[in-house]
Structures are given as C-alpha cells and as structure tokens.
C-alpha cells in the first residue's frame, strides 16, 4: 500500500538518518507520512523529507523535468541528492 521498503544511502554523516528510516520501516510509514513529519531547517533529515516528497510525487527542489517523466506504473523510485548540494 505504499509503505517504505528500504533505502540506500551514501555520503558523510548518512548514519544521522539511520534512526527515521529504521522507524518508518518498523511502523510501515508511507513517503507522505515521512513526507509531513515535521524536519527541522536548516539539517542534514530535510534531505529525508525531500526524498519522501519526490516519491510521493510532491518534490519541493527537484527539477519539474522528473514530474514530466514520472510514470503512473513507477513501483520503486530512487533519489540521488548530492551530498554537496545545498537544500
């Protein structure tokens, strides 16, 4: 129904994320529900809402080119934020 499946991450201090992503596996959060926690700004997790967002097809920085190419039948999606990219 939705729910997060895992996820991969890359780059300096990613185990900072680990703890979000472990709980929204174990509670089978949803990327909108990731999506509308609340991510303090500005933090290294807002990159974890923006990820969400993209999946739930409502990205915030993310170029609209990949709302033109998102298709309906899209079952798994992945992001590549680079570490040194400003959000």
């Known amino acids: 129904y939705g ?3 895992g996820a991969s991450m890359i780059g300096p201090e990613v185990t900072e994320l680990l703890p979000e992503l472990t709980l929204a596996r174990m509670m089978e959060l ?3 529900e990731i999506a509308r926690n609340v ?3 500005p933090t290294l997790s807002e990159v974890l809402m923006e990820a969400a967002h993209g ?3 409502t990205p915030i920085h993310i170029q ?7 298709s309906a039948d899209i079952k798994r999606q992945h992001f590549l934020i680079p570490s040194n990219q400003a959000i």
Request: hydrophobic share 30%; aromatic share 6%.
């Open 3 to 5: 729910e997060l499946l």
């Open 30 to 32: 949803t990327p909108h």
């Open 39 to 41: 991510h303090a700004h």
């Open 55 to 57: 999946a739930d097809g």
């Open 64 to 70: 609209e080119i990949y709302l033109e190419s998102k």
